[in-house]
């Protein structure tokens, strides 16, 4: 099993369309989770931080079940300028690690007009 | 805002040399890391970096590569002797270590070797 799964996609949406991605992940002992957008050959920028009560921040929701081992990312109300590839992170590290993390492959996602 | 940088943007090399990438982490953060991506592959972790010296290395991090702190701004990454297979985007991180080690990556730097 991958560490970090994700659905690849592509999605391809309408502007103002709700979308969702999910990720599994396999290590049960992780402690925090991520998810970051990645636009082409640029940089991973964090876009949120997953909390265990789930957390909103305006139009993207993210939520952890941690008994399944899933995270989600939900994206309301579409901009074309989210169109991106969506990674799902995971820290897998452990004892002093200080932070290892762990990436998805990541889902493509565009929004078209 | 404060930004992690890193130089050069692109750096060609041959194989069997040496290259040195180099970072600037965000002023009052204390966790640098290095990741790479080769093209069309995920991203993946090579090291963590803490107090002066390495606190996790991933099976990639072999005697080839080495990390430095040569100063209290720079976070370098050593390539001894390239390899084709070498060739990525290299990102360096860092974090403050507050909020669940949040990291923030620097634009990379493409490495091509020939």
């Known amino acids: 099993r991958k560490e970090v799964e994700q659905d690849p996609g592509p999605f391809n949406v309408p502007e103002g369309a709700t979308v969702a991605f999910n990720c599994t992940y396999s290590?049960?002992?992780?402690?925090?989770f991520f998810w970051y957008r990645q636009d082409c050959r640029k940089e991973p920028k964090l876009l949120m931080s997953?909390?265990?009560s789930g957390n909103e921040d305006g139009r993207f929701t993210a939520q952890l079940n941690r008994a399944s081992q899933y995270i989600s990312l939900l994206i309301r109300d579409s901009k074309l300028s989210d169109s991106a590839t969506y990674l799902c992170?995971?820290?897998?590290?452990?004892?002093?690690?200080?932070?290892?993390?762990?990436f998805g492959q990541g889902t493509i996602l565009t929004v078209h007009p | 805002e404060p930004e992690v940088t890193q130089t050069p943007s692109h750096q060609v090399t041959q194989m069997g040399q040496e290259v040195i990438l180099r970072c600037v982490p965000i002023?009052?953060?204390?966790?640098f890391y290095w990741y790479r991506q080769i093209l069309g592959q995920k991203v993946e972790f090579l090291v963590s970096?803490?107090?002066?010296?390495?606190?996790?290395k991933s099976e990639i991090f072999d005697d080839q590569f080495s990390v430095e702190r040569p100063d209290g701004s720079n976070f370098t990454l050593k390539i001894r002797s390239t390899k084709l297979e070498d060739s990525a985007m290299y990102f360096c991180?860092?974090?403050?270590?507050?909020?669940?080690?949040?990291?923030?990556f620097g634009p990379g730097t493409r490495l091509t070797v020939t």
């Open positions: 991180a860092s974090s403050s270590g507050r909020v669940l080690y949040e990291q923030y």
């Open positions: 290590n049960s002992a992780s402690q925090s």
């Open positions: 997953v909390y265990s």
């Open positions: 992170v995971v820290n897998t590290g452990g004892g002093t690690s200080y932070g290892k993390l762990t």
């Open positions: 002023s009052n953060h204390l966790y």
């Open positions: 970096f803490y107090n002066n010296e390495i606190s996790e």
